[in-house]
C-alpha cells in the first residue's frame, strides 16, 4: 500500500562545486520528485492487479471527526475503484487516522509534511489515478458519495467526458446558507461570463472527468483556485461540461468549514487569469 518516503537517488560523478551550484540543486530536488512520483504510481498500479473504473481523490485537512466515515462510504460504492487519500498537513490526528488506513484493499494513502492546500492535494491525486475517470470528494460529510455514481453516469455511458454535480440544479436551498448561494451565484455567474458556459455550480467539488484528459492538463492553483482554473481551461479546450443534481449539506465555518474570505478574492482572480492563460 502507498506510503510517502522520501525517494533516494544515488549521486554519480557530482562534485563539491555541482554540489553547490543552485541550477544543479534545483535540478536534484525535481529528479527527486519525479522518482517519488514514479514510484507510487508504480505501487498503485501493482496494489490494482485490474484498471479500476474509477478513482476517487479524498484531500483531507484536520477532519478527524468525518475521515473514517467518508472512508467507507466510498468504499461501499456498488463499482470496481481505486480511492487515494492524501493527508495535507493535518494537526488534529487526522493524519494518524488516514496512516492506519494503510493496507485496505483498494485505498492508496499519501501523506503530505505539510499543508500546501487542497489543490495541491488534488494534484497528488491526479499523478497517481489509473481509473478511467476521476472525481473528488471531500473528507467531511456535505456532499454524499452515493451521488458519485449518478455524476459518473454520463461519462460511463460515452455521453460526456466532463461532468460536474450541481447543488443548485435542482434546489437551490437545499445549501440554507443565503450568504454562501449568494456568493456561489456570483462566482458561478462571473465564470460562465468569462468562458461562455451555462453552468449553475462551477464551485462544486464533484467535478468527474475521464482521467487522460484530467492527465493532460497542467494545473497551477494549490488551493481553493483549483475549481475555476479547472473551469475556464476546460472552456479553453471546448470541451462541454454536462451538469447532474446532487444532494448537498452544507455546514458553518464553526462547524469546520475552510473556504475564506481570502479564497474568494483568489478564486475572482483565478476566474479573469484563467480566460486568458491556459
Sequence with gaps: ???????????????PISKLNPENIASEMMLRQLDLTTQLIHEAQAVHTQVPVLTVIIPVYNEHQTILKIVDMVSALDISKQIIVIDDGSTDGTKEIVQSLKGRAGIDVVIQPKNQGKGAAIQTGIRLAIGDIVIVQDADLEYNPVDILSVIEPIVQGESDVVFGSRYLANSHQDQSALHRFGNAVLTGLSNWMTNQKLTDMETCYKAFRRELLQSMRIEQNRFGFEPEITAKLARKRIVVREVPIGYQSRSWKEGKKIG???LFSTLWCIFKYRYVG
Design 261 to 263: 474570505v481570502k479564497d
Design 1 to 15: 500500500m502507498l506510503s510517502h518516503p522520501l525517494a533516494s537517488r544515488p549521486s554519480t560523478n557530482s562534485s
